[in-house]
Nanobody, 123 residues
Framework: QVQLGESGGGLVQAGGSLRLSCVAS????????MGWFRRFPGKEREFVAA????????YYSDSVKGRFTISRDNAKNTVYLQMNSLKPDDTAAYYC????????????????WGQGTLVTVSS
């Protein structure tokens, strides 16, 4: 089973950009669908984006579509979340996730979670 570690969170002004990275340990990374979730204070984690192991199947939540881009580099065991046009409402802890497929991740079937990285967007 892979282990996941996120980085790239921080403080940014509204309208700015951040790129989150998630590095996976283990030789089977390329067989996993990967995704990102976020958790607002006091709320459940919500789906943000998911990508299949080939990169051919990608899903986004409506709230980030057109602003966020998920991608992966299987040679580097890394999945990315490029976040543009950030809003204060995007302030949350962001979690990397691995599952059997991007479709399953979109519906919340996650096998492995990362520890999370905090994104704060100031107005």
């Amino acid at each position: 089973q892979v282990q996941l570690g996120e980085s790239g969170g921080g403080l940014v002004q509204a309208g700015g950009s951040l790129r989150l990275s998630c590095v996976a340990s283990g030789p089977t990374f390329s067989r996993y669908g990967m995704g990102w979730f976020r958790r607002f204070p006091g709320k459940e984690r919500e789906f943000v984006a998911a990508i299949s192991w080939t990169g051919s199947s990608i899903y986004y939540s409506d709230s980030v579509k057109g602003r966020f881009t998920i991608s992966r580099d299987n040679a580097k065991n890394t999945v990315y979340l490029q976040m543009n046009s950030l809003k204060p409402d995007d302030t949350a802890a962001y979690y990397c996730a691995a599952g059997s497929s991007s479709a399953n991740i979109r519906t919340g079937y996650v096998e492995v979670w990362g520890q999370g990285t905090l994104v704060t967007v100031s107005s």
